[in-house]
């Protein structure tokens, strides 16, 4: 049943941030500019979604709950750290897609692979603290969901950026 819900959860969240996405993309065509207002809410809405997705797939007591859900958020803080670099370098990339030299792809590309190295080291920084709260295999399972969930999110993403123009 959990399985079930996980899908239907992502799911959903999936299609709303597609959703939220394809607007964006459409009002980017048009002209408007996406304010920085409706992409953190946004952000908040995709952190809500991957919380209760945490919630119903991680079995945790209600001692181990009363520990793991502070700790999870301030897990959520250093990610949100992380998030913000993506994020910039997003609006960059909207910014100058249009007069992306080669310097400036190449430049890109390294940061955003900069970014991605930054989200596994804090990972494996927090690894350690939730193995300590949690045991390690629910540990195990709560970076499996953490990770699945951040993919997710991060193939939205990259849906929503167009290739560099060679």
């Known amino acids: 049943m959990k399985s079930a819900t996980t899908a239907l959860t992502l799911g959903v969240g999936l299609l709303l941030s597609a959703g939220a996405a394809a607007a964006q993309t459409e009002k980017a065509a048009a002209g408007a500019k996406i304010t920085d207002i409706e992409i953190n809410l946004m952000r908040k809405d995709l952190r809500d979604q991957k919380k209760q997705v945490v919630a119903a797939n991680l079995p945790l007591t209600g001692d181990e709950a009363a520990k793991f859900w502070p700790v999870y958020d301030a897990y959520t803080q250093e990610t949100i750290k992380v998030n913000d670099q993506r994020y910039a370098l997003v609006k960059e990339y909207a910014a100058n897609y249009n007069s ?28 350690p603290k939730f193995e300590a709260l949690l045991g390690e295999k629910k540990a195990a399972v709560f970076f499996q969901i953490d990770r699945r969930v951040g993919l997710m999110q991060e193939i939205q993403l990259a849906s929503q950026l167009p290739l560099v123009q060679p």
């Open 100 to 127: 992306m030299t080669d310097d400036a792809a190449a430049g890109f590309i390294r940061r955003w692979i900069g970014v991605d190295e930054a989200g596994a080291k804090l990972r494996l920084e927090w690894i």
